[in-house]
């Protein structure tokens, strides 16, 4: 199983950026599929998911209303739509992929597959 992710990059507060996590290996349709961002001296944190059964989307509170998460069955691949970009949203981004419960939807555990990460800075 192989996630790549890509999309990251530099841009200005207020602006946007799409992440995309291309799947190799797995369905996407067929599994849970989160994004998690890491900053310097943090932990890494829940971001987005997506479940399997139904579409039904997640989102931290701290990204709600800016960020949206999709996925493309026919390209099977996820994306992270990232709008209105703050520092703060200053991080390395990591698809991930998972047969969790629905408790486990926003945290590690409840994904078995993780791609390498794409470094996304916010400057101010």
């Known amino acids: 199983v192989q996630l790549q992710a890509s999309g990251g990059g530099l841009v200005q507060a207020g602006g946007s950026l799409r992440l995309s996590c291309a799947a190799a290996g797995l369905t996407v349709s067929r599994y849970n599929m989160g994004w998690f961002r890491q900053s310097p001296g943090k932990e890494r944190e829940f971001v987005a998911a997506?479940?399997?059964?139904?579409?039904?989307?997640y989102y931290d509170d701290s990204v709600k209303g800016r960020f949206t998460i999709s996925r493309d069955n026919a390209k099977n691949t996820v994306y992270l739509q990232m709008n209105s970009l703050k520092p703060e949203d200053t991080a390395v981004y990591y698809c991930?992929?998972?047969?969790?419960?629905?408790?486990?939807?926003?945290?590690?555990?409840?994904?078995?597959?993780w791609g390498q990460g794409t470094l996304v800075t916010v400057s101010s």
């Open positions: 991930s992929a998972g047969n969790g419960i629905l408790s486990t939807t926003r945290v590690e555990s409840g994904y078995g597959y």
């Open positions: 997506i479940r399997w059964s139904g579409g039904r989307t």
